[in-house]
């Protein structure tokens, strides 16, 4: 009797774990695995999160005490911040502080290894750690806003011909984002990423506008203003003002051409004493020497470049025309 209670719990036992390895796994067991990996990964990440959201930190640290001094090294921050936006390149106010001082202390370094006299290669080195970035920033500016404008009227009539093809003016925006190259699709993709998150086309669009900082860029954008609040044809609207835009342009190809004549004759007139004065340095530098060293030849040096500096920028805004 014994014999046959313990075959048949053998038996029994066997049927058990035959079943339980041919059923698979627990679902309860295998639902708590799988909540402790998640549990486990998502702690791996919270710790990844964490030590890239302490790196960030630091370095906006970093960067906020660099952004703090060149504030308060920089007359009007917020004028150059914005010009710095203008040239489309990624420079930050401390990165341009940065490289007008190591220009300045450069340039002073190098006349001082010369021998010229502190005072001189002080203030040389100065002027040139300002002027030299300040205008690189305006040459950046100016290659740019010009690119946009010679880009700007094929742009509004590929957004003419998607609005006579029935296409909204928010997805013509986007066409001509990817289709654009340049400076114009990046400044219509910025548009039409914020109209993405919620801003509205208006409100977009003038902060596109107050960056460029271009009259055709304004134009385009009190045209959308106007159809907007009163109705009408946009797509006829959008072709006179590429039409306008054009014209507009070969009217400034016209004036840079009859002032060509004038400019070149300032920039002679500006650049021959500074000629002259390398010129006779290189043959008799002795004779030239005194001019660093005697104060009323520096004083009467700095007067000149003062007065021809008048003078170049009268001659400049007189060949300088507005449309």
């Known amino acids: 009797m014994v014999y046959i209670i313990i075959l048949a719990m053998g038996v029994l036992g066997a049927l058990l774990l035959g079943g339980k390895a041919f059923s698979g796994p627990n679902p309860r067991r295998a639902a708590k695995r799988r909540m402790e990996l998640l549990k486990e990964r998502h702690a791996e990440s919270v710790l990844t999160a964490n030590a890239q959201a302490q790196i960030r930190k630091l370095m906006a640290a970093r960067q906020s005490r660099v952004e703090g001094f060149a ?132 409100a977009a669009l003038q902060e596109a506008s107050d960056r460029l900082g271009t009259a055709e860029f304004q134009f385009f954008v009190i045209t959308l203003a106007i159809q907007r609040e009163t109705g009408g044809n946009l797509a006829e609207t959008l072709s006179n003002l590429a039409d306008v835009l054009r014209k507009r342009g070969q009217m400034k190809l016209k004036i840079k051409a009859m002032s060509s004549e004038s400019k070149a004759s300032a920039y002679i007139v500006g650049s021959l004493p500074f000629i002259v004065f390398t010129l006779v340095w290189m043959i008799n530098p002795t004779y030239m020497g005194g001019f660093f060293e005697d104060p009323r030849l520096i004083v009467a040096g700095l007067g000149g470049l003062g007065w021809m500096s008048i003078g170049v920028f009268i001659m400049a805004k007189m060949v300088n025309f507005e449309i």
């Open 71 to 202: 504030s308060t090294l920089i007359p009007k921050p917020a004028l150059m911040r914005k010009r710095l936006e203008q040239t489309g390149k990624d420079v930050s106010l401390g990165k341009y502080a940065m490289a007008s001082v190591g220009i300045a202390l450069f340039v002073a370094a190098l006349l001082m290894i010369k021998g010229m006299p502190f005072l001189l290669c002080f203030f040389v080195g100065m002027f040139v750690g300002v002027a030299v970035p300040h205008f690189a920033v305006g040459f950046m500016i100016k290659r740019r806003v010009a690119k946009f404008t010679s880009n700007f009227p094929d742009a509004i009539e590929l957004m003419v011909r998607g609005l006579r093809s029935g296409l909204p003016i928010t997805e013509t925006l986007g066409i001509v984002a990817g289709e654009i190259p340049g400076p114009v699709g990046v400044e219509f993709r910025a548009v039409a990423d914020k109209m993405k998150i919620g801003r509205t086309m208006e």
